[in-house]
C-alpha cells in the first residue's frame, strides 16, 4: 500500500512523525509553512555571529598571553574555554530541538541541507564556537529567498573566508602582494564553483579558477574590523571569468558580487542545485525528469528558491518508492526524540555531561561528529554510507538507552503504528509485540529500516 501523503511529507520532507505535531496535509501547505514566520529560531535563539566572534577574539588574546606564563592567565583562559564549549553544547541541543518540535519539518531540512551545501568546519583556532553563529546568520533567514542572495550571504561570510583561507589571499601585483611578497590562495574560488554554483564537471577551467581567486584578493576579514574589502590587497586589472570581465582600473567589492550574481543565474548552477536537491529529499540515483523539471524552475524563475521547492514538490516522481534515502545520524537521533514525544525541557535542560553523553558522543560513534565534516563538500549524501554494520551499531545501542529514557509506558506496537503509520511493515509490528520487554520493542522499531530510512 502507498503511504498516505501526510506519511511521506513528514518522513520524507521532514523530521518524521509526532504524536503531537500534525503532519502537513498538501504541498500548498507545505509551501505556505515556509513562507511563514520562522517560529522556531524566535523560540529557541542561537548566539548571534558577531558575539561568538568576539568570544574567539578574546580567547585568542587569553591564549596567548596563557603561553606567556602571564600570572593567572591560565586560570581565566580555560574558565573562558569552559563556557565557550558549553554554550557550544546548548546551541548543539537548539539544533535539535527545533526540529524535533517544529510543525515547518521541510523549512529544517533545509536549513541543514544549505549549511551542508555551503559548509563551512569549525576546526582551525577562529572558527570552533562560531559556526552555529555562521548557519543562523548567512544561511537560515536567506533559504527562501533568491540563490544569488543566499550565495553572497555564505561564500563572503567571515567564517567561509577564515575557513577557506581567503584572508591570506594578496593579489602578487598588488601593493601588500609586492610589498610582503604574498601571493594567491585559490580555495574559495575553486569551492565556490565546484561545490557551490556550477558543481563538478561545470563549464569552467583551471584559468577561470585563477581568474576569479584575483578578482577575490580584496576580501579581507578580522575580528576587530569585520569584512571589509581592501584595494591594496586586490590584484589589480580586469579578470576574464567564463568568458565576462569583471573589475578594471581600480578593483571594487561591486565587481565580487556581480560576480556571484552571474554564478547563481548560470545553467550549470540550475543543474547542479536542482541535482542536489533531488538526491538530498528523494533518491541516491535521482529521476532525470524530476531534475529537468527542479532545474527548469529555477531558471525560468531566475533563483527563486521557492519556485524551486514547489518544482520539487509538486512533481509526481517527488512521492515515489518512499525509502530511497538513509537518515543521517543527526536527522535519525532528532526524528527519535521527535517520534518519542521528549519534552523541550528535557533537552533544553540537559547539563553538560549527558548532553555529552545522550547526544555530541553517539554523534560521533554514528559517524557525523557535530559540525564536523571530513570537507568542504560537506556530508555523504548516499544510503551505504550511512547503513553500515558499524552504524547500525551505534544506532541501535543508543535507541536501547534512549527507549529507557524516554519510552517507558509506551506500547511498542502502538509505538510502530503512530511513528511510522501506512509505511509500518506488519511484519514489524508483530515482531515488536514478540519483543523480550516494551524497551526492546521500542528500540527495535526505531532500528528497522522503515525508521531508518526516508
Do not use: C
Not at 42 to 48: A, D, L, M
Not at 117 to 130: D, P, Q, Y
Not at 285 to 313: C, I, K, N, Q
Not at 404 to 424: I, M, N, S, V
Request: net charge positive; glycine share 8%; no cysteine.
Amino acid at each position: 500500500m502507498k503511504p498516505s501523503f501526510q506519511t511521506d511529507a513528514a518522513i520524507r520532507f521532514g523530521y518524521g512523525l509526532s504524536p503531537v505535531v500534525a503532519a502537513p496535509l498538501s504541498v500548498e501547505a507545505m509551501l505556505a509553512r515556509l513562507q511563514g514566520p520562522d517560529d522556531m529560531a524566535r523560540r529557541y535563539p542561537i548566539i548571534p555571529f558577531a558575539q561568538r566572534a568576539e568570544e574567539e577574539r578574546v580567547l585568542g588574546v587569553l591564549r596567548k598571553a596563557m603561553r606567556a606564563q602571564e600570572d593567572g592567565a591560565k586560570d581565566v583562559f580555560k574558565k573562558a574555554n569552559a563556557a565557550a564549549r558549553a554554550d557550544l553544547m546548548r546551541e548543539m541541543r537548539v539544533s535539535m530541538l527545533r526540529p524535533m518540535l517544529s510543525e515547518d519539518g521541510f523549512r529544517e531540512r533545509l536549513v541543514r541541507f544549505w549549511a551542508d551545501h555551503f559548509t563551512v568546519i569549525a576546526r582551525s583556532k577562529g572558527l570552533a564556537f562560531v559556526t552555529t553563529g555562521y548557519i543562523e546568520s548567512a544561511i537560515r533567514p536567506h533559504i527562501t529567498g533568491n540563490f544569488a542572495t543566499l550565495l553572497r550571504a555564505a561564500a563572503i561570510h567571515p567564517a567561509m573566508l577564515i575557513y577557506l583561507d581567503q584572508i591570506a589571499s594578496i593579489g602578487p601585483n598588488s601593493v601588500i602582494g609586492k610589498r610582503k611578497n604574498r601571493g594567491l590562495n585559490e580555495n574559495l574560488a575553486r569551492e565556490v564553483l565546484e561545490l557551490h554554483t556550477l558543481g563538478v564537471g561545470g563549464t569552467y577551467s583551471q584559468t577561470d579558477v585563477r581568474e576569479f581567486a584575483q578578482l577575490l584578493t580584496g576580501l579581507f576579514y578580522n575580528f576587530r574590523t569585520g569584512v571589509k574589502f581592501r584595494e591594496a590587497s586586490a590584484e589589480p586589472g580586469a579578470e576574464q571569468v567564463l568568458g565576462q570581465s569583471y573589475g578594471g582600473k581600480r578593483a571594487r567589492l561591486d565587481d565580487i558580487h556581480a560576480i556571484l550574481d552571474d554564478l547563481a543565474a548560470h545553467p550549470d548552477t540550475a543543474r547542479h542545485i536542482a541535482r542536489k536537491l533531488v538526491v538530498h529529499f528523494v533518491s541516491d540515483a535521482p529521476d532525470e525528469r524530476l531534475v529537468d523539471h527542479v532545474a527548469t524552475a529555477y531558471r525560468d524563475s531566475g533563483g527563486e528558491l521557492l519556485a524551486t521547492y514547489t518544482a520539487l514538490l509538486e512533481h509526481p516522481v517527488a512521492w515515489e518508492n518512499p525509502g530511497q534515502k538513509a537518515k543521517q545520524p543527526f536527522d535519525f537521533i532528532v526524528s527519535t526524540m521527535r517520534a518519542l514525544n521528549v519534552s523541550p525541557d528535557q533537552i533544553e535542560n540537559l547539563k553538560l555531561r549527558k548532553t555529552r553523553l545522550y547526544l555530541h558522543a553517539p554523534l560521533q560513534v554514528m559517524g557525523q561528529p557535530w559540525l564536523q565534516p571530513a570537507g568542504p563538500d560537506g556530508w555523504p549524501e548516499a544510503l551505504e554510507d550511512w547503513i553500515t554494520p558499524q552504524g547500525l551499531a551505534a544506532r541501535i545501542q543508543w535507541a536501547l538507552v534512549v527507549a529507557g529514557l524516554y519510552g517507558k509506558g509506551l506500547d511498542p506496537k502502538e509505538f510502530a503504528r503512530a511513528t511510522l503509520a501506512d509505511r509500518a511493515d506488519a511484519r514489524l509490528v508483530r515482531a515488536v509485540g514478540f519483543a523480550e520487554s516494551r524497551l526492546e520493542g521500542i528500540a527495535l522499531v526505531l532500528a528497522s529500516p522503515e525508521f531508518n530510512r526516508r
